[in-house]
């Protein structure tokens, strides 16, 4: 009998460490530090403790049982971890840019966990970013929200499980000029993204008809009810129109935002962010009202011609009018310096340190659906924190510590010299290019461009 | 009596004269049909499984089966006799993913108004209801190589993209015989996509499986319903990829899935968790820490028989950098975890098999000695070649030991079968015996490493100076090489293999061909080599000669 409870006991240590093993989760006490809790204001010399993962307790002269790492924060500053609504960080593949609609793809497939990239992002305070599908189809394919654990070899890992279910859609140029010019099919212009949208809205209304009537008749008695063909890209649409899938839009241009804002309500779509928005200044009241908000580059701007009408004012305009907004990288480099890129909006915009910082915590965060886990520090959310030497909003400021679900993933003071998780058993020295090809929204598409180069593309 | 017995010899001899009239008119004269098709080998040393061995023995074989094995077997009069004295016998091996004499079908014609959103399956490189002996030539030339590394019996992948259609088992027997052990093995997956079409990408490679293999659950239901009862069932639309499936659905076969890299062996492994189908997972190169994982899946594990290259290894890292020793390390260690992975599967208790899809076939043995010298055992590699497949293919009745009553597929090698110096005499496949010569080794005079690398030459002739690159490879002390020269019928560069090539240690030659408006030209270059330089002579038969100098680029260091 011993025996066997000896059996049974090992058995549930040995799951229990699959489990933890999965997504580990740690415990450490931050002391004395400035906290930038985002939400609930600036904490002056105050103590972040976080157990098994979850912020425990934000206070003044914190204890911790003796097994739990404590840190000494004094003259430092604590922020939350900095989430990216928009990257391409990690991902194998980025654009299956092969049909206008193409919502049945999902970038879950191909996280890359070994991206050495994870690890650059966490050393510039990044812990959660959006993986995002390109911007080639008008509707792309389902992203995923990633907890930066790097590490790990299993890309389930790094999938934040609690995040609701995204997708991409894309509207002017790149959408037209991939489908329309290059293989001459809808859509060839702005008009014709909306009818790509248009239709596939309603031809998921039409399959979510024809398996509710055979659902139905296949309950009577003796039915001879068949079924409807499968097809994962009208039940993928079908989601969205029944609000278990977030769509994040890639578009520049006042009157196609404003577009789109009209599709989704006539569908009653509500669940909405736009992404980039170059010219979201000029509909920023119908963005704070009918949106999950506007996530936009701080300065980025000219690269192509619909994005021309720009201004570094645009994120600070949007936060005045209401609009959630934040501020994102889509690239690998930007990514770990969004601090910078947040500071940017009070040089233009005057914004506060608080309305500066959420654009990079609390609003992304809202606009992934993960507000109630991460964003801010408070008590009862994950332990995703990042020290800073300096406060983040200075140009002097550079990240000490990053923490994930309370785990130190990055320490300056740790840091080696190759961090990378899988190295080629050929390659003698990794490539380098002169030309570096950016993980950006039209990764891996052949452009048609009529004989210019083409650069910048997001 | 005596009348009778005159009658009776005539009879005899009569039939005789008729035996030996059936004989000539059988007789093929090409002299390529066998005497016999019983065999002995005697007197060898039989590894009849892994970690079973027994000396002095001997086998005898007749029409394709074993019917003897001991020290003291008959030897039939009718026999042919392998003196095995000196010669080790082992199982033929099973290659558990190959691709000898498998052609590529060609390419699905794009219809009129296509659609590359939405192309044909055909054009999509779904084509599962195909199979490989469509496209399987029994005649062709590298069955032959493959059978002399001692494949004999062979799973074969067709060739395509996504979906080519099933795997077959085939053995390398005779090739007027059909040599089909099983027509449908397992239904064969590939990253692969078709250009420009949906799906193009592993995005939409892995939608587009479980789309596929959804539909296919469905229909299977449907047909099932039908087959019933069809009073007032609508038929169910023939569709041929997602019938294809239905021995899949039905667990009557695997799926095949090549997965060569971690992040690959995961995606296929997923696949199999949401939609539970039986799974082998093949031409894998790495994933040994997915051992348990690969357990639980209870997939069949096949390893590819490609090992990545040991430049690594070699290069030269006196003169580096502290920083570059340091990642060079890295590099090392990666080369020696590719080379672990067997040892390191057999540790975790995983029984795998080999694929021959990936590589040369002068590799193979080769890869298999340097797999032993890092962790797998002997008994472990035998396994994977022979018991391991048989056992994963279902065909252990007939295959995979040297048993009485099994198929007689043999590999008879001149010492044991992983020893350095190790060559294969004989293989018998299918009871028909193939014999090799041992005794042919070519090795180059004069130290090859003073050639091996690039060259960038220079040669004057009439029509101006040209440039170009000539590059060397050593392998087993055998020179090989190719040159890049300007396209005679213009427009850029061609690269031609290097014939003849011969080194002395200070003489090399070597010949390349060209072809000029349908002539071909043989171009004989003849020079001394001088540390990295080269000077020497370009020879055309009716042109003349003219010079060629060139210059060894440097190796690559740091």
């Known amino acids: 009998m011993r025996k066997l409870t000896y059996i049974i006991c090992s058995l549930l240590f040995i799951g229990s460490q699959q489990l933890t093993a999965q997504t580990p989760k740690g415990s450490v006490l931050i002391q004395n530090a400035t906290v930038l809790t985002v939400s609930q204001g600036t904490l002056e010399d105050s103590d972040v403790l976080v157990e098994d993962g979850i912020i425990k307790k934000v206070g003044k002269d914190l204890s911790a049982s003796n097994n739990v790492e404590t840190i000494d924060a004094s003259g430092k500053f604590l922020m939350p971890g900095i989430i990216d609504a928009h990257s391409h960080l990690a991902l194998d593949v980025v654009n299956e840019a092969t049909a206008p609609i193409t919502a049945e793809v999902a970038i879950a497939d191909v996280i890359n966990p070994f991206d050495v990239g994870i690890y650059r992002a966490l050393a510039g305070g990044t812990t959660i970013a959006h993986g995002l599908h390109g911007s080639a189809n008008a509707i792309g394919g389902q992203s995923i929200t990633m907890k930066y654990r790097y590490g790990t070899r299993n890309p389930e890992d790094i999938i934040m499980k609690e995040a609701p279910r995204t997708i991409k859609f894309a509207l002017g140029e790149n959408p037209t000029r991939v489908h329309g010019r290059g293989k001459n099919i809808q859509p060839r212009t702005r008009m014709g993204v909306e009818a790509v949208i248009r239709n596939g809205f309603n031809e998921a209304l039409q399959y979510k008809k024809k398996w509710k009537t055979y659902n139905q008749s296949k309950e009577q008695k003796n039915s001879k009810a068949t079924h409807p063909e499968y097809n994962l890209r009208l039940q993928t649409l079908a989601d969205i129109l029944d609000g278990e899938i977030i769509i994040h839009c890639h578009s520049y241009r006042a009157d196609e935002i404003y577009m789109l804002i009209n599709v989704c309500r006539d569908f009653g779509v509500d669940k909405l962010v736009f992404t980039h928005v170059n010219e979201g200044f000029k509909v920023a009241p119908e963005l704070a009202k009918y949106t999950m908000g506007a996530s936009v580059f701080s300065d980025w701007w000219a690269y192509k011609f619909e994005v021309y009408y720009s201004t570094a004012y645009n994120a600070a305009i949007l936060t005045e009018n209401g609009v959630i907004t934040s501020i994102n990288s889509d690239s690998d480099e930007l990514i770990r310096h969004l601090y910078h890129e947040a500071a940017k909006t009070q040089r233009y915009g005057g914004l506060s340190d608080e309305q500066a910082l959420a654009l990079i915590t609390i609003n992304p965060a809202k606009q992934l659906g993960i507000d109630e886990y991460v964003g801010s520090i408070e008590e009862g959310k994950q332990g995703d924190l990042v020290i800073f030497d300096h406060h983040p909003l200075s140009v002097y400021a550079v990240p000490q510590m990053t923490f994930v679900d309370g785990i130190k993933y990055f320490d300056i003071n740790e840091d080696k010299d190759d961090q990378r998780l899988k190295v080629s058993p050929t390659e003698m020295v990794e490539p380098v290019y002169l030309q570096v090809e950016e993980e950006s929204c039209m990764h891996g598409v052949e452009l048609f461009t009529e004989g210019t180069t083409f650069h910048h593309s997001h | ?558």
């Open chain 2, 1 to 558: 009596m005596i009348k009778r017995l005159t009658t009776v010899l005539f009879l005899v001899v009569l039939i005789c004269l008729m035996d030996t009239s059936t004989v000539f008119g059988q007789s093929d004269q090409t002299g390529q049909k066998r005497v016999t098709g019983t065999y002995a080998i005697t007197n060898a040393t039989v590894i009849t499984q892994p970690g079973k061995w027994l000396s002095a023995t001997t086998i005898v074989i007749k029409d394709g089966l074993i019917t003897e094995i001991g020290e003291n077997a008959a030897v039939p009069v009718e026999a042919k006799v392998i003196p095995g004295d000196s010669l080790f016998v082992y199982a033929g091996f099973i290659d558990m993913g190959g691709e000898a004499g498998v052609q590529k079908p060609e390419e699905a014609q794009k219809p009129e108004n296509f659609d590359p959103s939405n192309p044909p399956n055909d054009v999509a490189g779904i084509t599962p209801e195909r199979t490989v002996l469509d496209y399987w030539d029994t005649a062709n030339g590298s069955i032959t190589e493959w059978r002399k590394t001692g494949f004999t019996i062979a799973q074969l992948l067709p060739k395509g993209e996504m979906l080519p259609g099933k795997t077959a088992l085939v053995v390398y027997g005779n090739a007027e015989s059909t040599n089909i052990l099983k027509a449908a093995t397992g239904l064969f997956g590939q990253f692969e996509t078709a250009r420009g079409v949906y799906p193009g990408t592993t995005l939409g490679l892995m939608a587009k499986y479980r789309e596929l293999y959804k539909n296919a659950e469905l229909k299977n239901q449907h047909a099932q319903m039908f087959a019933n009862n069809s009073n007032g069932i609508s038929r169910p639309e023939k569709n041929k990829s997602l019938e294809a499936f239905y021995p899949v659905i039905n667990k009557q076969i695997p799926v095949v899935f090549e997965a060569n890299e971690e992040l690959e062996i995961r995606r296929v492994l997923k696949l199999k968790k949401e939609l539970g189908f039986d799974l082998v997972l093949m031409d894998m190169e790495e994933g040994s820490n997915l051992a348990e994982e690969l357990l639980a899946a209870n997939a069949s594990v096949v390893l590819s028989l490609k090992l990545p290259d040991d430049k690594a290894q070699k290069a030269d890292m006196e003169d580096a950098t502290e920083e570059s020793k340091t990642a060079h390390k890295r590099v090392v260690e990666a080369y020696e975890e590719a080379l672990s992975h067997a040892g390191n599967f057999e540790k975790a208790g995983v029984k795998f098999g080999f694929s021959t899809n990936q590589v040369k076939k002068d590799d193979a043995l080769k890869n298999l000695r340097l797999m032993i010298a890092n962790g797998l055992t002997e008994e472990g590699a035998l396994a994977a070649l022979t018991t391991n497949p048989a056992s994963i293919l279902g065909i252990s009745k007939y295959a995979g030991t040297i048993e009485e009553g099994k198929s007689a597929n043999l590999v008879l090698a001149t010492d044991s079968l992983f020893a350095e110096d190790s060559k294969i005499n004989y293989v018998m496949a299918d009871g028909y015996l193939y014999e090799y010569d041992i005794s042919k080794t070519k090795k180059t005079e004069g130290n090859t490493s003073d050639v091996t690398g690039e060259w960038n030459y220079t040669s004057e002739t009439p029509g101006g100076t040209s440039t170009g690159e000539i590059r060397f490879t050593e392998k087993s002390g055998n020179l090989s090489g190719e040159i890049d020269v300007d396209d005679p019928n213009g427009g850029g560069t061609l690269t031609r293999p290097l014939e003849n090539i011969s080194y002395d240690g200070k003489t090399l030659s070597f010949t390349f061909s060209i072809e000029v408006q349908g002539q071909k030209l043989t171009v004989h270059t003849k020079g001394k080599v001088d540390g990295d330089d080269f000077n020497g002579s370009i020879s055309i038969r009716d042109m003349g000669d003219f010079s060629l100098t060139a210059k060894k680029a440097p190796d690559f260091k740091f």
